[in-house]
């Protein structure tokens, strides 16, 4: 008879211990929330896997390599990948492996930069254009309509063009034609925001409108914001190596990824890693990119979680 | 619809005429001489003198605007400082080229991106939608020049099936199309998935099923038109990015279109011939966007061709 007595007494402690367990709600921020979902989407795992690699590749580049991806070693040209040249020579002997693994420092420092570019000027324009509307807003949403009458890339061909060529003039010119992708998208989230409760709460307290907008507005635009700068980092990268591809970007002998693609094509018949190996650095970047990007906006819209 | 339709090519006027200031702008930003700009580097210096004199690039800016734009609409867009042929001329013979691949790359990315996004769209997660979707991940990450070179290793120089460049049977085509339009298949597939799954769970779909309707009715008749409002939107915006990789893939494919004489013009520094490139796929997506927003209006019932909806 005693024996059932002691049972039902056991359950309700361990529970009480299961839900001490739970994180509680103060710590359980929105931060957390997204990394929580991030942290489930395996192809977003992985596409951080990625650009992980890529990042120690850029920082520790010196420690990771033997080889010199400038200087000319005459006696080892074009050699075939074997254990001493893991992605074998080029036409003047460098190390391809070295090559793209410091080249990683050239494409992500294009793609961060360019971003960073196109993000502070569209985003300021965007919000203002959003938040005032009337002629100003007009204004620039016809000279948006101008810039986006230039197909991506072709804006920045025609920007280099002006500008000449090299790297530094790649990422101004990258960041410049992205600015139409943030000013349409910043614009169209401060026009859903603004009509908000909170900000005619804001307003009726007699908040100024800088405040409004950099307070209240903003940080509600900023999951849209981090996910398009997630997908464009990786559309810069690509229209920096086409411009590198067609001579138009780094110069030699900066070992860019799409500048090596092009010299190697030459070789394409006796030493296709030239060309293979470059390449696949620059696709599994944009992937990395692009998977996380993805996982970004699933972890941030709820909604579009369905179509996974 | 007429209305709306005018409407819409009234809107386009400013942003061309935007386009044409910009187009002009580029010649007088370049640092330098602009008549030496105009009349190329290799030019006498009684021709700099002579093109300084027609152009006007002693007066303002205005009066030099004035002059191009006069010129402009009669369709003289000045002379290549290479060749010294017409720069109209040169686009004309380049510009069918482009048309061609642009197009064919387009009907593959249309035939192959919507078949793999309705199948796997009714077959969801099936190993077909697994494996196109992956393909359709890679295909969107994968440079256009490294699959156009890709493509030439495979098929030119390993298996000997196809040209590895140049121009002339349809054999030449296959290779630059496949490169230009795998990116757009790879995006099309994806955004026709979500857009069918998005349509398939709607009640009409339940009602038509419930009707006792064939699955191939309900897909083809009731759900397809209406999932293909966004596919429409998307091809409008990727016929920008045909046009732009077309600069590449003529580049690497020995084409001879647009893409690659305005590449060529800007490293020999041919100025005027890359102002009249530039313009021209400006204009040119321009007016295809015209074209995909009346599209979109037909398609979508929901749009009414009201005013307020073309602001």
Request: charged share 15%.
């Amino acid at each position: 008879m005693k024996k059932p007595e002691r049972e039902p007494l056991k359950k309700p402690e361990k529970k009480v211990d299961q839900i001490s367990k739970l994180p509680t709600p103060k710590r359980d921020t929105e931060l957390r929330q997204v990394w929580r979902h991030l942290k489930r989407n395996r192809l977003a795992m992985l596409g951080m896997g990625i650009l992980l690699i890529f990042l120690v590749c850029a920082i520790f580049a010196p420690f990771l390599t033997p080889y010199d991806p400038i200087r000319a070693d005459f006696g080892n040209t074009l050699q075939d990948p074997s254990s001493e040249h893991r992605l074998g020579t080029d036409w003047l002997g460098r190390d391809v492996l070295a090559r793209i693994i410091f080249g990683s420092r050239i494409s992500l420092a294009i793609g961060l930069i360019s971003v960073s570019i196109g993000l502070l000027i569209g985003v300021p324009i965007g919000a203002l254009s959003g938040y005032y509307g009337g002629k100003f807003d007009l204004i620039v949403q016809r000279l948006i309509d101008i810039l986006i009458a230039f197909p991506g890339i072709l804006l920045a061909i025609v920007i280099v063009t002006v500008l000449g060529v090299g790297v530094e003039n790649v990422m101004i010119a990258v960041g410049i034609a992205s600015i139409p992708i943030y000013t349409r998208l910043v614009r169209g989230s401060v026009l859903s925001v603004k009509e908000q409760g909170f900000v005619a709460a804001a307003k009726s307290l007699g908040i100024g409108d800088g405040r409004i907008i950099l307070r209240h507005i903003m940080p509600n635009c900023l999951g849209p914001i981090l996910v398009q700068s997630t997908f464009q980092v990786a559309t810069a990268i690509l229209w920096a190596a086409g411009l590198g591809f067609l001579g138009l970007g780094a110069q030699p002998p900066d070992p860019e990824w799409g500048a090596m693609l092009s010299r190697g094509r030459e070789y394409i018949r006796t030493a296709h890693f030239l060309t293979t190996y470059p390449g696949s650095a620059i696709l599994l970047m944009v992937l990395g990119f692009n998977l996380l990007g993805d996982g970004l906006r699933d972890a941030l819209d709820p909604r579009s979680r369905r179509y996974r | 619809m007429y209305g709306y339709v005018i409407r819409r090519l009234l809107l386009a006027i400013p942003v061309l005429i935007g386009v044409s200031i910009l187009v002009f702008a580029i010649i007088r930003f370049i640092p330098g001489d602009p008549a030496r700009a105009i009349a190329g580097v290799h030019a006498s210096p009684q021709y700099v003198e002579q093109v300084r004199r027609e152009m006007l690039l002693d007066e303002g800016l205005h009066v030099q605007y004035f002059v191009y734009m006069s010129n402009l609409v009669q369709g003289d867009l000045g002379r290549s400082a290479l060749t010294r042929r017409p720069v109209t001329v040169e686009l004309m013979e380049r510009f069918p080229n482009t048309l061609i691949l642009s197009a064919a790359a387009m009907v593959i990315a249309i035939t192959f991106g919507m078949s793999a996004g309705i199948v796997s769209a009714t077959k969801r997660y099936s190993l077909f939608d697994n494996f196109s979707m992956l393909a359709a991940l890679v295909g969107v990450a994968a440079p256009v020049f490294w699959l156009g070179i890709m493509f030439q290793l495979l098929f030119s120089v390993r298996l000997g099936w196809l040209p590895s460049g140049g121009i002339g049977t349809w054999q030449h085509v296959v290779l630059p199309a496949l490169t230009l339009g795998l990116a757009t298949t790879a995006l099309i597939a994806r955004i026709t998935r979500s857009s069918m799954l998005d349509v398939l769970r709607q009640d009409y779909i339940t009602t038509a099923r419930s009707k006792g309707l064939v699955e191939r009715v309900v897909i083809y008749k009731h759900s397809l038109k209406n999932a293909l409002i966004p596919v429409v939107t998307v091809m409008g915006l990727q016929f920008g990015t045909l046009l732009g990789g077309a600069v590449l893939t003529e580049t690497v494919f020995s084409w001879p279109g647009i893409g690659r004489l305005m590449v060529d013009s800007i490293l020999n520094r041919d100025y005027p011939v890359v102002q009249g490139a530039v313009l021209l796929l400006a204009v040119f997506f321009v007016l295809i966007n015209l074209v995909v927003d009346v599209i979109y209006a037909y398609l979508d019932p929901r749009i009414s061709y009201g005013t307020k909806e073309v602001d």
